[in-house]
């Protein structure tokens, strides 16, 4: 009992180097597999890592990008609302001959404004008192300014040139006629959707015929609007009071 055995002194464990606890301790299978664990949980952290950071850049930037899409909205409605015409004279049309006329040229005149046609059947009458109104209140500063529409069951199907022709020689109207327009739909011509905006018709804003009139006042703004049947001298008191008259009796 007094000598030591081969593992040592009697009834102690065999003596184990560190270099053998450490290779005992990694083929472990317990070890290794917390091991595993482990490394999963730091692999899958940073997965989640990696797209929560994802994530927050990929919203930062879509914040980022709709916050500058909202800055330019409002800037460009900023921007039509500066540019929104605010009269008559905010526009400029083309003449019959093509040319680009500024209706600021008509500041402080009483103006009619008139969608026109050559073969409709208010056009002998319409003509007829435009051109008196015309004559008698010239001078006084009225000022009619034809607009050619081809829109109504095309009664206007002439170009420029035929109109014109049409309209001095058949009409014999002196104040200025302008390029053929649109009145209504997807082509309107900026003019008349101003017009219309200004003043709405009965039940649509639409114009609905040949020779609707649009009286504008000397400021610019739209003052009144007579439907087709409405004849040029049933309104000659409202043009009389827009150019400082009295009417007459």
């Known amino acids: 009992y007094g000598k030591s055995n081969q593992y040592g002194s ?3 464990l065999p003596h184990r180097s560190s270099q053998e606890i450490l290779s005992f301790k990694a083929s472990d299978p317990f070890t290794l597999y917390l091991s595993t664990i482990s490394i999963k ?6 997965i989640l890592i990696f797209i929560f950071l994802l994530f927050f850049l990929q919203s930062s930037k879509k914040k980022q990008k709709t916050q500058k899409e909202e800055r330019e ?5 900023a921007n039509m609302a500066d540019e929104s015409p605010k009269s008559i004279y905010d526009f400029t ?15 402080g005149k009483t103006l009619l404004i008139v969608n026109v046609a050559s073969k409709c ?6 003509y007829k008192e435009l051109n008196v109104l015309y004559e008698k209140y010239k001078e006084q500063g009225l000022e009619i300014l034809a607009f050619p529409c081809n829109q109504f069951l095309g009664q206007e199907p002439g170009n420029n040139e035929e109109i014109q022709q049409t309209v001095c020689t058949r009409f014999k109207a002196e104040f200025p006629i302008f390029d053929k327009v649109d009145v209504n739909g997807k082509n ?7 017009l219309k905006a ?17 009286l504008v006042s000397p400021d610019g703004k739209v003052s009144q609007r007579y439907a087709p049947r409405t004849s ?15 009417p007459s009796s």
């Open 198 to 214: 200004e003043k709405g018709g009965l039940l649509i804003d639409a114009i609905k015929w040949n020779f609707t009139k649009f």
């Open 10 to 12: 009697r009834g102690s």
């Open 188 to 194: 309107t011509a900026p003019l008349y959707k101003y």
């Open 93 to 107: 049309v083309k003449d019959i001959g093509g040319n680009d006329v500024s209706l600021d040229q008509y500041k």
């Open 73 to 77: 909205t409002n800037d460009d409605s």
């Open 121 to 126: 059947g208010l056009t002998d009458a319409n």
């Open 232 to 246: 040029p001298l049933q309104f000659e008191k409202d043009i009389q009071t827009m150019l400082g008259q009295a």
């Open 41 to 46: 949980k730091h692999i899958i952290s940073s």
